[in-house]
Structures are given as structure tokens and as C-alpha cells.
């Protein structure tokens, strides 16, 4: 069968093997023009599945474009989420909507999220992206259907690398201890993950002797043969009584000469020259309309930038970074100082870096760069983030210092009953990075970006919580959580350039807040600030506070020039690095003293406002004494695509945002207190 008219049951189109061939290679074609579009995105992954992709939407999966929700489709899953626009291609060459409309991957407001969501996109099955669910949802509807009395089949789509994941061995259980005839699991088996090979991240083999010890049915192909792709497709749904793998043999980044074999193309778009060189490869440098196509999205960021433009609270001027003389400041990655301390910190025997298929990016991989001394103490774990969690406890109960980091959300959420019993209640030493928090990881969208983390990691007893400012900071930081500071940590930081805010001087005193003042105009904007210990400071009796940790430092920074520049008003900044144990007798002060206090946080908020409110109402100190607050922070919404910067507007969590947030409390404070005034 194929794509099918669901109220007549005919099949609507059918395609042959050269057909299928030839919409392969054009796809492959239209995923380089969409990735160069959205400038991010996985290259390797979407070409080595699209032959795949290809014959499961065009010939083999029952289901119908104009009714997307058909009870009697095949259902897809795509539990490698990150492949998302092979996922988006297929369904576009199968008619449920044009190829070219896929060129707004990956940008706020579209639909083509950098992973799949079900709601926005009609025949995308299920949400995907955190890696290793996708196999037991598919169990989950292979059991409905089983329920229903039903004859659809499910697939599911996972990478090799993916395998590394415990929860696909749990699924893998569950649909033969049911008999699920109904699930057909497809490994697209290109050998290649984020950190190298499969083979030496964390090696999965036997592969096959593992699917058929765990009652599967097996079956192999060449993932690039297109009659070998269909035939083997076509005799999955064959099985009786038990489910069926295909492990599928491919190549990453099947198509492109350059980008074969890399694995440094597994998270990463080609270029427009790069795509063009692709395209031609491809053959198909005439066929597709890439200028066209390119000029479209475009036209769809500049629509996104207006819109963004029109959200930001206005000023008398413009206040953003480095918009004029008096904004100046570099921007490095805050997730630089981490990998720097550990290459500093390296040499204690007792520190041991854990990889969990992300080192190069969040840098953990600094440990042991340059050094091959410090090898053996670099252990591979794949991705699994659960048993490198519960192993780092191991580790720690033998006298070692573990660290391990990946996104915030898999360090922090993905894990977090390993975290709460293996680690923390057994107290022990072990250093979690939360890398790529908040929105820093972007056009990744909802499934990536960290906006809950805290709140997890907060709630664990014995768990210590820093959120550096920037990367010099974040390498302060480090270095006490690695060596000076027992237990368990987690530190919590960004992958995009963010502002350099504090100096090698600039003071870090663990679970102490500092205090940031402005004092005068500077030609680089930071030199226009000066940082003390908050238990240092002397009053000045300031008209506003802000407190602050992470990123929104220097958010809060540019906040209080905008308060000085446009109503005169004075502001304490407060940089709350450590989150716990926290600064209480700051905050109190700072309530106590300015009467005015707006939180900032690049997060759901609540990690750091209701932290702040909470030691604000239980303070007698406070007794009496009037006091208004404001928050600042993600509003219980999930992520979105977008740049970085972007989702700063989006989520209304920039300078000016906080800004307009005091300017508001003060508004408030003045006229109560021109109410006292008036009493008296
Ligand atoms: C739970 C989880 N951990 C980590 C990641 C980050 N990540 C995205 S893709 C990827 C590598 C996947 O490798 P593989 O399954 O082999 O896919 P392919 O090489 O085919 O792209 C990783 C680690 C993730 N998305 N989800």
C-alpha cells in the first residue's frame, strides 16, 4: 500500500523504486537549502535516513495527507527527534504540505520546530528530541492498537548512537513481552555519533544478537537500497508474534562528499557555498529554486524581527548591546570558563570526566585536550545520561571527584531520581554541568532548552546550585565546586557568547551575592560598574533592587543604566551566583534597604524569584517594613526556535523588560510614598 485516500481506501499514488530514488536525492537536496537557511541543524543524520524516510512516506506506511489523523494510518515515531527535517521532507513530498514551506526550520514562530511537535506540523505522530523515548511511546501505541483490535503498524525511527539509551532496552522488553507483530523498530546504523564512532563512544554490538535475545525479530538491509529498503520495509510488516528491527546500514551524511563519514557534520548546516557545492553533487543545483527558497525565509525572519522589535519595552534610546559607544562589551561563552578550569584542574588524580556524547560542545572535553595522560581518566558513558548519573555516585563513593555535564535538561531532569537518591542522599562528591542553559541552545527549540532545571536540582537536599554570569566566573566557579567545595553541585551554564561582566578580580565568594553598582559613564560599558561582596557594601540607600544570576547579570546591568538614563533612578544589582545555599542575609537587605526588589532569571519563574520572596516573607527583620516586588522570567510556557537573543525578547526576559518591571515597582513605591507624605 502507500499514500492511500481514506474514505475510499484506494491508494492515491504509487510510486516505483526509480521514482522513489530520484524524490530521495531530491529531498536530500531540499534538506541542505533548509538547514543552510535555518544556519543550524543536523546535515549528517537527515541524509543518512532519507532513503528511508523516502520509502516509508511514498510506498510503504498506510496513511493519508488529507487526514492526517486517520485512525487506520501506520503511525511513525521519530524517536531520533533531531532529524527532523527528513521527518518534515517526507511528509512534504508526501502532499500534507509544499517542501518549500520547510525552508522556516528552525525560526521562532515556525511550525518546523528544531525538533518535532506534533501540534504544529499535521502528520508528525509524536513530540521528540530528548533521544531514547520514542521506542516506548511506540509501545505504547502498538499496545492501543492491539486494544482497538486494530491492523496499522507502528515504526519507529532511532539512531545507532540512540541505543545507548537504557530506556530503549525497557521498551524493547515490553513489545516482545507483548507480542507487539504490530511494532517495527528501524536503526538507521551509520555508525557515527556526536563524539566519533559508535563503536568507541559506547559500543552497542552485537546489535542484532541483542534485539533477538530480547525476543525481536531482526532483519538488515542496506539503508541506501532503495529496493532493499522496501523489501525489507514490506517484510517487517510480515512478522507474526513478535516485534521486528530493521538495522538498517548507512551512511552519515549519505550524498554530499564532504560531509560522509564526518561526524563533525551531525550538528551542524552547510553553508550557502557549502550547500550550493552539495547541490551540485546532488545534480540538483538547477532543479531547486535555492535562491527563491532562501528569499523566503528571509522574508520570514524579517517578519520575526519586527515582531520582536515591537515586543521590546521602548526608550528614549536604543539600549542594546553594542548598539552605540556607550554599549560596548565582548561576548564569550560562558561554557569556555568551565572547560578552562577543568584543563587547569586536570592534573588531581582524583578527578575523573565522564562523556556523555556532547564534549566538545559543552567542553568537558578541555579536560583532557593536549593531554593524553588524562585519558584514562576520561570515561565514555554515551548517551546515557541515567547510569552515568548513578556511576558518578559509584565513583564518588570510592574516593574520586566525578564530573559529568550535558544539556541542562538531560543533567538535571533526564536523570533526576538518580540524582536525588544515588548522589544526593548519599551526599556525595560529584559535579553536575547543566551546559547550554536556558535559551541558549536556541533553534534546538522546546526539547532542548533547559527553563526547568533548577527548579529539579533545587529541590534535592545536600545539592549545592551555582549559576555563573559569564565564562570568567563560570571558571571560578568551577574550580571551587572541583576541588574546595564537598558534595553535590550542579553548575548551570550557556552555550551562546553572552556578555564578560566580572574580571580575574572581580570578587567570587561561594554562596555569597555581590553587589553591582554603576557608578559612571565608561567607554566600554562594563568599566562603567563596580562589584563588591554584598556583605561589603555600605547602603546607599538605592530607589530599586535587582537580583539576578546567570546570564540575566548582565541583563540586570543594562537595566539599571537604562533606570539611571531615562528616570534617574538608582539600582542595586545583586548577582546571586549561588543559588544554594543562598545569600539570605543579602536579599534581606536589599529588600530592607531599597524597599523595591524585581527578580531575574532566565528560567520558569520561581527557581530564583521564589526563592528570593520566600526568604523576604519569613524575614522578622522585614516585619513592617513595605516592600514590592516584581518577576522577571520564562512565563510557564515551553521553548520555541529561535535565536538565542530572539527568545531574550520572546520570552521577555531582556534588560529592558526588567527595566520597564522597576520602573513599574517604582511607580508604585512613589506613589505610596507620596500617599504617606500627604497623610502626614
Ligand atoms: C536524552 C538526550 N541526550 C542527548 C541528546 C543530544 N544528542 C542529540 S543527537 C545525539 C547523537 C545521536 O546519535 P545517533 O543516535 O547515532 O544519531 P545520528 O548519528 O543518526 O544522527 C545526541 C547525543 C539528546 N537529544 N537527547
Redesign the pocket.
Known amino acids: 500500500m502507500a499514500i492511500i485516500d481514506s474514505r475510499t481506501g484506494k491508494v492515491t499514488r504509487d510510486y516505483s523504486v526509480e521514482e522513489l530514488q530520484h524524490v530521495a536525492n531530491l529531498m536530500r537536496g531540499y534538506d541542505l537549502v533548509v538547514l543552510a537557511a535555518a544556519a543550524s541543524g543536523?546535515a549528517?543524520?537527515t541524509l543518512?535516513i532519507m532513503d528511508i524516510t523516502t520509502a516509508l512516506y511514498l510506498k510503504v506506511a498506510n496513511h493519508d495527507p488529507n487526514n492526517a489523523n486517520w485512525e487506520d494510518r501506520d503511525r511513525i515515531i521519530w524517536s531520533?527527534g533531531?532529524?527532523a527535517p527528513a521527518l518534515y521532507l517526507g511528509l512534504a513530498f508526501a502532499g500534507y504540505y509544499k517542501p518549500e514551506d520547510v525552508v522556516t526550520l528552525r525560526k521562532l514562530g515556525s511550525p518546523y520546530q528544531g525538533h518535532p511537535h506534533w501540534v504544529k506540523v499535521p502528520g508528525v505522530e509524536v513530540s521528540s528530541?530528548?533521544?531514547?523515548q520514542g521506542l516506548s511511546v511506540a509501545v505504547g501505541e502498538a499496545l492501543a492498537g492491539k486494544l482497538d483490535g486494530k491492523q496499522h503498524k507502528v515504526f519507529c525511527i532511532m539512531?545507532?548512537?540512540?541505543q545507548q539509551?537504557g530506556c530503549i532496552w525497557e521498551a524493547a522488553m515490553e513489545g516482545s513481552h507483548y507480542k507487539l507483530d504490530n511494532l517495527i523498530g528501524i536503526v538507521?546504523r551509520?555508525g557515527?555519533?556526536?563524539d566519533g564512532r559508535?563503536e568507541d563512544v559506547m559500543s552497542i554490538e552485537p546489535l542484532a544478537k541483542k534485539y533477538r535475545a530480547f525476543g525481536w525479530e531482526v532483519l538488515s538491509c542496506d539503508g541506501h537500497d532503495m529496493q532493499q529498503v522496501v523489501d525489507t520495509l514490506e517484510k517487517a510488516r510480515t512478522t507474526v508474534g513478535k516485534p521486528t528491527v530493521i538495522l538498517a546500514e548507512t551512511v552519515?551524511g549519505k550524498g554530499v562528499s564532504f560531509m560522509e563519514n564526518v561526524a563533525g557534520w551531525?550538528g551542524k548546516a552547510p553553508s550557502v557555498e557549502e550547500m550550493i557545492k552539495g547541490l551540485h553533487e546532488l545534480g540538483l543545483e538547477k532543479q531547486i529554486p535555492y535562491t527563491r527558497l532562501l528569499e523566503k525565509a528571509k522574508r520570514f525572519q524579517a517578519e520575526v524581527d519586527r515582531t520582536l522589535e515591537a515586543k521590546l519595552p521602548k526608550f528614549s534610546r536604543n539600549y542594546w548591546w553594542n548598539s552605540d559607544s556607550r554599549m560596548k562589551a565582548s561576548m564569550k561563552p560562558t561554557r569556555m570558563g568551565f572547560g578552562q578550569s577543568l584543563a587547569e584542574n586536570g592534573d588531581d588524580k582524583r578527578v575523573v570526566c565522564l562523556g556523555l556524547?556532547?564534549s566538545g560542545s559543552i567542553t568537558i572535553s578541555e579536560f583532557y585536550a593536549g593531554k593524553p595522560e588524562r585519558k584514562n581518566r576520561w570515561i565514555s558513558m554515551g548517551?546515557a545520561?541515567q547510569s552515568a548519573t548513578a556511576a558518578a555516585a559509584g565513583l564518588a563513593r570510592e574516593g574520586k571527584l566525578p564530573v559529568f555535564g550535558?544539556?541542562g535538561t538531560?543533567a538535571a531532569a533526564?536523570n533526576l531520581d538518580q540524582l536525588r537518591v544515588s548522589v544526593c542522599y548519599g551526599d556525595f562528591n560529584v559535579l553536575v554541568a547543566g551546559a547550554h542553559g536556558g535559551v541558549s541552545v536556541g533553534p534546538d527549540g522546546a526539547t532542548h532548552q533547559a527553563l526547568e532545571d533548577l527548579f529539579n536540582v533545587l529541590g534535592l537536599p545536600n545539592m549545592q546550585v551555582v549559576v555563573p554570569c559569564d565564562s570568567v566566573e563560570t571558571r571560578k566557579a568551577t574550580t571551587h565546586l572541583l576541588l574546595k567545595q564537598p558534595g553535590p553541585k550542579f553548575i548551570r551554564f550557556a552555550r551562546e557568547a553572552t556578555p564578560i561582566v566580572t574580571t580575574e578580580d572581580t570578587p567570587f565568594v561561594f554562596g555569597k551575592a555581590n553587589v553591582i553598582r554603576l557608578r559612571h559613564e565608561e567607554e566600554n560599558f562594563i568599566d562603567a560598574f563596580e562589584t563588591v561582596l554584598a556583605e561589603e557594601y555600605a547602603n546607599e540607600h538605592e530607589d530599586v533592587s535587582i537580583i539576578a544570576c546567570g546570564p540575566m547579570v548582565p541583563e540586570a546591568m543594562r537595566a539599571a543604566y537604562i533606570l539611571k538614563q531615562e528616570f534617574g533612578y538608582e539600582t542595586r544589582v545583586l548577582n546571586l551566583h549561588t543559588l544554594k545555599p543562598i545569600d539570605a542575609a543579602a536579599i534581606v537587605r536589599a529588600g530592607k534597604e531599597t524597599g523595591a526588589i524585581v527578580t531575574a532569571e532566565e528560567h520558569q519563574i520561581g527557581a530564583l524569584a521564589w526563592r528570593v520572596s520566600g526568604i523576604l516573607t519569613e524575614s522578622p527583620e522585614l516585619f513592617g517594613v513595605p516592600l514590592i516586588t516584581g518577576a522577571i522570567g520564562v512565563k510557564d510556557r515551553f521553548g520555541e526556535s529561535g535565536y538565542p537573543w530572539e527568545l531574550i525578547k520572546e520570552f521577555e526576559v531582556s534588560g529592558e523588560h526588567i527595566a520597564q518591571k522597576a520602573a513599574e515597582l517604582m511607580a508604585v513605591k512613589q506613589g505610596a510614598l507620596a500617599g504617606v507624605a500627604a497623610a502626614i
Open positions: 543536523h549528517g543524520g543518512s531520533a533531531h532529524k528530541g530528548s533521544l531514547g539512531g545507532d548512537g540512540e539509551e538507521d551509520n557515527l555519533q556526536i559508535v552519515k551531525h556524547d556532547i548517551i545520561e550535558t544539556y538531560f533526564r
